[in-house]
């Protein structure tokens, strides 16, 4: 007598590799754009959406501080020889 039942597929594990950890560059960017999104949402029009993400003195201390969201990036300094 043959077997007329369907075979059972077996689910293999799949390995999930965890994604590369973000940079402060991508942290900045991420974190303007949600700012962004956030103005507009909140009726703003996208000249002051975009003016209000670019002048870091509209944004409160817990944003831009030292232990902020959006991580201060250090500017090459300049000598004066």
């Known amino acids: 007598m043959a077997n007329t039942r369907k075979r059972k597929k077996i689910n293999r594990r799949v390995v999930r590799k ?3 950890p973000l940079s402060k560059l ?3 960017y ?3 754009h949600e700012m ?3 103005a507009r949402k909140a009726g ?3 000249p002051l959406a975009l003016a209000l993400m670019d002048s870091p003195s509209s944004m409160p201390d817990w944003v831009v501080g030292e232990d902020g ?3 201060s ?3 090459p ?3 004066d020889d």
Do not use: L, N
């Open 77 to 79: 300094e300049e000598d």
């Open 73 to 75: 990036i250090p500017t």
């Open 44 to 46: 703003f029009s996208e």
């Open 69 to 71: 969201i959006i991580p």
């Open 18 to 20: 965890s994604p590369d």
């Open 26 to 28: 991508d942290m900045f």
């Open 36 to 38: 962004y999104k956030a």
């Open 30 to 32: 991420i974190a303007k």
